[in-house]
């Protein structure tokens, strides 16, 4: 779905209960407040596909605004420190760029969703408390700047500004408010993100997302098997095969077990019935595959 400003994650899994008529509703890759644009949502059986999503590559467009730091790293949080960006060069803009492309080390905000002794790192910081995560790798895989706009701060005591227009694909754990807070650091003038929209997760994209309008006035969803078959490597049973699967037997193995193409519990490969119907998740093992997760027509799905 198209994720609206302002809503939490657990907000919109909130309103699709509702929407759906079922409790069980889950989401893959939590968005902030003030992001918008793709969140993908499981419904009943389709929450189990949940898991494989969430560590999928992203891509977001963004507006970083240098010359101001914020607590939150973003434009939620109070402004904690201005200088004037004016001097700063857009060259020096695309060498920051460039330094924070590829393989990285980034400490996420403090204000972040992750655990800290079984609290969230934001609880903390909202109670007082000073939070310093550890650093963490992450892969950029894009870090594209489409425009720079220079302009006077926003408030009379505010410095210059610069605002940068972006496009990121990135892999699964990064934080774009972090690399908006890290690209201030470098150049010297604080920066923070002022704009956020994510556009794809993974093979899925804003082409097919729908508002929570729109979906509570006709509530078309992404069927199940082809969710999977974007997903995940494919493999297509025979009838045999998908009767022995169904009852959580082994079959042979789709690829010899450490080769590039065989599949993992980790990465498993969707298994399609003659019909078409998503059958299982797969996982290559020796000579067989085995079950990793049987959606049984009816029952609901079930670990093997």
């Known amino acids: 779905m198209d994720k609206p400003q302002g809503w939490t994650s657990h907000d919109v899994v909130g309103r699709m209960r509702r929407i759906a008529g079922t409790r069980k509703v889950g989401h893959a890759g939590t968005l902030d407040p003030m992001a918008t644009g793709v969140l993908v949502v499981g419904i009943n059986k389709a929450t189990r596909l949940l898991t494989y999503i969430v560590g999928t590559s992203k891509t977001y467009t963004a507006t970083i605004r240098l010359g101001q730091s914020t607590v939150t790293d973003d434009a939620e949080g109070e402004v904690v420190a201005s200088t004037s960006a004016a001097g700063v060069t857009d060259e020096a803009i695309h060498d920051g760029v460039a330094a924070l492309t590829g393989r990285i080390q980034q400490v996420p905000s403090s204000v972040s969703a992750i655990k800290v002794n079984g609290e969230r790192a934001y609880a903390r910081v909202r109670s007082g408390e000073e939070v ?173």
Request: with cysteine; hydrophobic share 40%.
């Open 132 to 304: 310093k995560l550890a650093a963490r790798p992450v892969t950029i895989h894009r870090f594209e700047v489409h425009g720079i706009g220079r302009q006077p701060g926003t408030r009379p005591w505010d410095s210059d500004v610069v605002d940068i227009d972006v496009t990121v694909e990135c892999s699964s754990g990064t934080y774009i408010r972090a690399l908006a807070r890290d690209l201030g650091t470098a150049l010297g003038v604080g920066g923070h993100l002022t704009a956020l929209r994510r556009t794809h997760v993974g093979p899925y994209s804003l082409e097919q997302a729908r508002t929570l309008e729109q979906l509570a006035e006709d509530l078309q969803v992404l069927e199940m098997s082809l969710a999977a078959r974007a997903l995940m490597p494919n493999r297509e049973l025979t009838a045999e095969e998908t009767t022995e699967i169904s009852f959580g037997r082994r079959i042979a193995a789709g690829a010899e077990a450490g080769s590039p193409g065989a599949a993992t519990a980790e990465h498993p490969a969707a298994a399609f019935a003659p019909d078409g119907s998503l059958v299982a998740l797969l996982a290559d093992s020796g000579n067989f595959a085995k079950p990793v997760l049987v959606f049984a027509p009816g029952n609901g799905a079930r670990e093997s």
